[in-house]
């Protein structure tokens, strides 16, 4: 069982940056692989990114990537999303997820942990 809670959300114009943070509960953290999704009003929830236990492996949706940038920090059971160059169109609530496996890494339904989720406006 993990425990999973986003920050650093808010709204920011086009072209600026966020990051995300999300930490986890627990003493297992680094046996996570850990991604990012967003759901924008009225669509379903889609993959943005992932990052294996170690760190030696991140994945990108092809529409962030070059963009944004994930990494974690398993000493401090935290992960992130370094959103740069933020478009209107990445505006959407931010979700974290565990999962023990690091393959099929970008199914929404793979995932079985999941944070509340953090609010992300980018205006025009």
């Known amino acids: 069982q993990v425990l999973l809670v986003e920050s650093g959300g808010g709204l920011v114009q086009t072209g600026g940056s966020l990051r995300l943070s999300c930490a986890a509960s627990?003493?297992?953290?680094?046996?996570?692989?850990m991604g990012w999704f967003r759901q924008a009003p009225g669509k379903e929830r889609e993959f943005v990114g992932a990052?294996?236990?170690?760190?030696?492996?991140?994945y990108y949706a092809d529409s962030v990537k070059g963009r944004f940038t994930i990494s974690r920090d398993n000493a401090k059971n935290t992960v992130y999303l370094q959103m740069n160059s933020l478009k209107p169109e990445d505006t959407a609530v931010y979700y974290c997820?565990?999962?023990?496996?690091?393959?099929?890494?970008?199914?929404?339904?793979?995932?079985?942990?999941w944070g509340q989720g953090t609010q992300v406006t980018v205006s025009s």
């Open positions: 997820a565990a999962r023990l496996e690091s393959y099929d890494v970008t199914s929404v339904n793979d995932y079985p942990y």
């Open positions: 627990g003493r297992t953290f680094s046996s996570y692989t």
């Open positions: 990052i294996t236990r170690g760190g030696t492996n991140t």
